[in-house]
């Protein structure tokens, strides 16, 4: 089969398409033949090495974090899938590798995809909406009658975490650049600041929580917002001891964690609150969660409308890069 690789960590998007055997599944995985693999931020991240604290790879490595394809093959201990299905995944963060024809894939990290929906919709689905979920869920434990803003929300990860925020019964508000503005206000977003017009810290107050996108230098305004005893999850910031913990880490690395996030922790405390880092891993009973709600609610993400093929794969990446996207960048197979 074909595959996209990298044989080191590198600051240049340099992969190579590669002729592979087919991979061997486990009793309890399912071979995918896939159809459609997202290019995403974090397969950017993981090329550089910036995440290789959280996860270090051995090389050499098969890109690619989230897919949508068919089942080719079933282990003898899976019971839930069978040849023919449709289904997508984000793959478990210690073995991915959707930037190829097949991938093995455990089946506890699969769902079916949504009813009716095509494969290259379905792969722009898993990585942000179990990253929403996650966030909403597992982090910030967040109930029903609940504030939660998002900041930087007007891209795809807005597009999937307003939705599943709104299914848990949370009220929303959003900041984002105004031509998104629509759009949110549809959703059910109760307030949607426009970043350009209005400082969100300077017009909100008493959130119970916060999601943030958009990293450490929108730390103090973030907390500012919230509510003592309110909880703020960053995607972008630095990972902290609570995080440390939650992933078993080794000593050392836990010891590195707490000193990364020590004043992330320290300030947050201060106010009474409390800070979380989320790293979003692979669970199909949460996928299968979003995909209900997904049916239900019809969010369709946005798909860039460059077609990129696996020998294309450094374009795909460097059009990422690049940051000027109308939808999830994907590799179609």
């Not at 044989?7 to 599944?25: G, S, V």
């Amino acid at each position: 089969m074909k595959a996209v690789q990298i044989d080191q960590y590198t600051k240049e998007i340099r992969t190579r398409l590669c002729d592979l055997p087919l991979p061997e599944i486990a009793a309890d995985e399912v071979l995918v033949k896939v159809k459609a693999a997202a290019v995403n931020p974090l397969e950017l991240l993981i090329l550089s090495g910036s995440v290789r604290l959280i996860q270090n790879y051995t090389m050499p490595l098969t890109l690619g974090n989230e897919c949508a394809g068919i089942v080719e093959q079933v282990g003898r201990h899976v019971t839930a899938f069978q040849p023919g299905d449709r289904v997508y995944t984000r793959l478990p963060q210690q073995k991915i590798g959707a930037f190829a024809e097949y991938v093995a894939v455990p089946q506890s990290a699969l769902a079916r995809m949504p009813a009716e929906y095509d494969f290259a919709t379905a792969a722009a689905i898993p990585l942000t909406g179990l990253t929403a979920y996650q966030a909403i869920t597992e982090e910030l434990e967040a109930q029903p009658g609940q504030t939660l803003l998002i900041t930087g929300a007007s891209g795809s990860f807005g597009q999937m975490a307003v939705p599943i925020a709104k299914a848990c019964g949370l009220r929303v508000f959003v900041t984002g650049n105004h031509r998104a503005r629509d759009q949110f206000l549809a959703m059910g977003v109760e307030r949607y600041i426009d970043y350009r017009q209005e400082n969100y810290w300077e017009v909100l107050s008493g959130v119970d929580h916060v999601i943030d996108t958009l990293g450490a230098a929108e730390f103090d305004h973030a907390l500012h917002v919230l509510k003592p005893g309110g909880r703020l999850v960053s995607l972008k910031a630095v990972p902290n001891k609570a995080f440390a913990v939650r992933q078993h880490a080794a000593p050392w690395k836990k010891a590195l964690f707490t000193l990364a996030g020590a004043k992330y922790d320290a300030a947050a405390r201060k106010q009474g609150k409390e800070y979380r880092f989320l790293f979003v891993h692979a669970d199909g009973a949460q996928l299968k969660k979003i995909t209900k709600i997904v049916e239900q609610t019809q969010i369709r993400p946005a798909v860039d409308p460059h077609v990129f093929s696996l020998a294309r794969a450094d374009d795909a990446l460097r059009l990422v890069a690049q940051g000027r996207l109308s939808g999830k960048v994907l590799i179609q197979i």
